[in-house]
């Protein structure tokens, strides 16, 4: 079992930074696949990128590509969410989630077993 805390979130302006963390409670680099996830009430929870955490392999969505990255820090057990030029439209809960196997496809939220509560980010 795999417990995930995320921190990180907040309120900026639109183009403004904020930065995710995800700290897991496993060793991320045994936990194979670390996702960041988004969901705004009334919608689907939706894949925003996600980290093979054992070859670096990193998925983004379109709708963030050239703005975020997903990046990890085994020592740390931690993975990270770097968010640049944040437009009001990524406003949402975001989610960490994890799973032992990378396999489907990595932007579903069925396939992972393990997420956060989640930290609330505000772009105006």
């Known amino acids: 079992h795999v417990q995930l805390v995320e921190s990180g979130g907040g309120s900026v302006q639109a183009g403004g930074s904020l930065r995710l963390s995800c700290v897991a409670s496993?060793?991320?680099?045994?936990?194979?696949?670390m996702a960041w996830f988004r969901q705004v009430p009334g919608k689907k929870r939706e894949g925003v990128a996600m980290?093979?955490?054992?070859?670096?392999?990193?998925y983004y969505s379109d709708l963030v590509k050239g703005r975020f990255t997903i990046a990890q820090d085994n020592a740390k057990n931690t993975v990270y969410l770097q968010m640049n030029n944040l437009r009001p439209e990524d406003t949402a809960m975001y989610y960490c989630?994890?799973?032992?196997?990378?396999?489907?496809?990595?932007?579903?939220?069925?396939?992972?077993?393990?997420w956060g509560q989640g930290t609330q980010v505000t772009v105006s």
């Open positions: 989630a994890a799973e032992d196997y990378c396999g489907g496809s990595w932007d579903l939220e069925v396939n992972y077993l393990f």
């Open positions: 496993t060793n991320t680099y045994t936990t194979h696949c």
């Open positions: 980290i093979n955490t054992q070859i670096g392999t990193t």
